[in-house]
């Protein structure tokens, strides 16, 4: 996306107080910048209306769901008088940002349109980041800072107002926490010069008691750095997961597939795998009580399981049953047994064109950005019930929520890797399934997590030792390999170590080795994964009992730069010897 088409506030209108009932879904509220993110949003609502008019695809609404732009220049008002740029930079824990954000006060002059907001809706709402450096091709700020949802449900306006602007000045803080900061000084960004939007705008989903939810969210990706079967890098990828998006970015269970092959699932070897390795539990705005707590991000969110989805009635489309006297699946919900949240009703009966929807909208935005992109989406399915003589054209649309657009980076260097460099008792690591192209020759540290001590239930303790050594190899300007178990990154500390990206920020090849217990594919749509490309981080997958290896002797021979019972950060003699091809998937670090 360039800045030609990434028009300024003053490209839409002012804020209407009707808001939902406004002829403007797109509004502003102030005269300064959008922010990256809804410039994506502004740019994709344009080119969906060129190439994705109502009608395109019958009985189903594709749009951007109703927001309002909050601009920087409200920001930088909030910032100045209250004094806040002291206590923003001096290094101060999360908690103390926010908590001096929330004593604040937002400018007078913007509190009319907050307050008309809340008094024109009463569904849930999503205060999301848009700062000046988000979605950028080089350096995205993927999940960096935050997003919250709030309920808005409250019988009293006051109450409800309330929670907007502490969700704002939510946003305002995270601006300043501890992985922005770490995540800026990687690009050499000063913290001082960043400026944030916020974007206010409607949840996609509907209501089944107290949760709130879409029946599916999810994440294109035009390319795929892991593909499996018959597909091919440049066929894309799509992850899906029932309920909020939170699942997928924060790199959860998904389900995952090749556009171009719908019916193929994830590789597992058999029905058994599939049951244990697919999604289990679900993200939704909590309509209930909660628990006070306004520097929590997830303060209105839920998660339950599928039988909470099931009485929801929202599984007879998306999950398929396990008959364990044929130990195969059968599609659908029509009998008892062990739900399977594989999508295939929707991408192998087609009850919904879903998966012809997802190429479409993947198409256009690919050739109007000129690059490949990643999408993300949120979906919900009108009442499957069986309409009566008349009533088709009463019966509402499927929704199709487009909420972001962002340009990915596919490195296009050619790297030998000669198949006798695999057999060399140089090798200190080996995959097949590689991201990233490059090599490099500058690396002396390695920090790796101990095989022989490694458990699942010590993998947020894992994530806070490797902080501290990250920390002090930042410091020192000293980039290093990482290697670990599970999937990096992802919120469920069961299926890998659960960092975020500024404390390892100063990793510069990344290798994940699975374990029979820990045996999940590559998230491909996650924060983490993306903010992990736009840096061009090599990551190399070494799958146990695959022809991969790591030569955790050789490194437990080095002596300790520091070490815990957990984790151990060495450096080689010499440098290590990098080597990655993501086109023929293989990928090698060799020691002298």
């Known amino acids: 996306m360039t800045r030609a088409a990434s028009p300024s506030s003053s490209a839409f209108p002012a804020f209407d107080r009707r808001f939902l009932e406004s002829d403007a879904d797109f509004s502003v509220i102030g005269s300064g910048e959008l922010g990256g993110k809804a410039k994506g949003l502004a740019f994709i609502r344009r080119i969906l209306a060129d190439r994705c008019p109502p009608g395109t695809f019958p009985d189903i609404e594709i749009s951007i769901p109703r927001l309002t732009v909050v601009a920087t220049d409200i920001f930088a008002q909030f910032m100045e008088r209250n004094s806040l740029y002291e206590v923003a930079l001096s290094g101060a824990p999360d908690e103390r940002i926010a908590h001096a954000f929330l004593k604040a006060e937002l400018p007078p002059l913007v509190l009319g349109d907050l307050r008309a907001v809340i008094d024109r809706t009463h569904t849930p709402l999503a205060v999301r980041s848009s700062s000046l450096l988000e979605d950028a091709l080089n350096h995205p700020f993927a999940g960096t800072y935050a997003t919250k949802m709030i309920p808005n449900n409250q019988p009293d306006a006051a109450a409800r107002f309330a929670r907007l602007v502490e969700a704002i000045k939510f946003i305002y803080a995270s601006t300043f926490f501890a992985e922005a900061q770490s995540y800026r000084q990687a690009i050499g960004q000063a913290s001082a010069e960043e ?231 140089r090798v200190l690591v080996y995959s097949d399934l590689v991201l990233g192209n490059g090599a490099r020759n500058d690396l002396t540290d390695v920090v790796y997590v101990r095989p022989e001590t490694f458990s699942a239930a010590q993998s947020r303790r894992i994530a806070a030792e490797l902080e501290l050594i990250n920390r002090e190899l930042v410091a020192a300007k000293r980039p290093y390999l990482l290697i670990g178990f599970g999937r990096w990154g992802s919120s469920d500390p069961w299926l890998g170590i659960p960092v975020n990206w500024g404390q390892i920020s100063g990793a510069r090849v990344i290798v994940e ?80």
Not at 391 to 399: Q, W
Not at 526 to 543: A, D, E, G, I, K
Not at 558 to 587: M, W
């Open 513 to 592: 080795a699975t374990l029979p217990e820990m045996n999940v594919e590559p998230s491909q749509g996650s924060h983490f994964f993306h903010n992990m490309t736009s840096f061009r981080v090599p990551y190399l997958t070494v799958r146990h009992g695959g022809p991969g290896r790591i030569d955790f002797s050789f490194l437990d021979r080095l002596s300790a730069a520091k070490e815990t019972d957990l984790v151990r950060h060495v450096r080689t003699p010499s440098p290590l010897e990098v080597r990655v091809n993501c086109r023929i998937g293989r990928g090698l670090v060799l020691h002298d």
């Open 195 to 425: 400026r944030m939007a916020v974007i206010i705008q409607e949840v996609v989903g509907r209501r089944h008691g107290n949760r709130f939810y879409p029946d599916l969210s999810g994440v294109v990706r035009t390319y795929n750095f892991y593909p499996s079967g018959p597909a091919r890098p440049e066929d894309g990828v799509v992850s899906l997961a029932l309920g909020l998006g939170k699942t997928i970015v924060d790199g959860g269970v998904t389900w995952c597939y090749s556009p171009a092959y719908p019916a193929h699932g994830p590789p597992y070897g058999s029905v058994r795998d599939l049951l244990s390795n697919t999604q289990t539990a679900f993200w939704a705005v909590n309509l209930g009580q909660a628990p006070y707590d306004p520097i929590s991000e997830v303060e209105y969110l839920i998660q339950a399981d599928l039988t909470d989805a099931e009485y929801d009635g929202v599984l007879d489309r998306l999950a398929s049953t396990y008959d364990p006297e044929s130990d195969r699946l059968i599609i659908g919900t029509g009998r008892r047994g062990p739900r399977v949240i594989n999508f295939a009703p929707l991408l192998e009966m087609e009850d919904i064109p879903l998966n012809r929807l997802i190429q479409h909208v993947a198409t256009i935005c690919r050739e109007a950005v000129g690059a490949d992109v990643e999408i993300e989406f949120a979906m919900t399915l009108n009442d499957r019930a069986r309409p009566g003589p008349g009533d088709l054209a009463t019966r509402p649309p499927h929704r199709f929520g487009f909420l972001q657009l962002r340009p990915t980076q596919v490195a296009e260097e050619a790297v030998e890797v000669p198949d006798e460099l695999l057999r060399s008792p």
